[in-house]
Nanobody
Framework: QVQLVESGGGLVQAGASLRLSCAAS????????MGWFRQAPGRLREFVAA????????YYADSVKGRFTVSRDNDKKTMYLQMSSLKPEDTAVYYC???????????????WGQGTQVTVSS
């Protein structure tokens, strides 16, 4: 089993950068693929980025490609989301998740964090 805790959210202006972290507990972090999702008010949760267990393969939603970078440090049991050139439409609660494959579908993930709020002002 894996427990996940996100951190690093906050209020920033458009164009700024922010780095989110997802810290995991449990001894099997390195065996899980990981993902980032987000949910804005009144909208469905949407895929942001995913990374394979080794970190060698990464996947992004078209809306963040070229601006966001997902990475992980298995020794530290932590996944990161480096966000740059932030836009007001990036405002959402960001969730990290652990699953068997680096999928864009939330149903493929077994464990979820509580989320961290990211607000981008114009």
């Amino acid at each position: 089993q894996v427990q996940l805790v996100e951190s690093g959210g906050g209020l920033v202006q458009a164009g700024a950068s922010l780095r989110l972290s997802c810290a995991a507990s449990g001894r099997t972090f390195s065996s899980y693929s990981m993902g980032w999702f987000r949910q804005a008010p009144g909208r469905l949760r949407e895929f942001v980025a995913a990374i394979s267990w080794s970190g060698k393969n990464t996947y992004y939603a078209d809306s963040v490609k070229g601006r966001f970078t997902v990475s992980r440090d298995n020794d530290k049991k932590t996944m990161y989301l480096q966000m740059s050139s932030l836009k007001p439409e990036d405002t959402a609660v960001y969730y990290c998740a652990a699953g068997r494959i680096p999928s864009g579908s939330s149903s493929d993930y077994d464990y979820w964090g509580q989320g961290t709020q990211v607000t981008v002002s114009s």
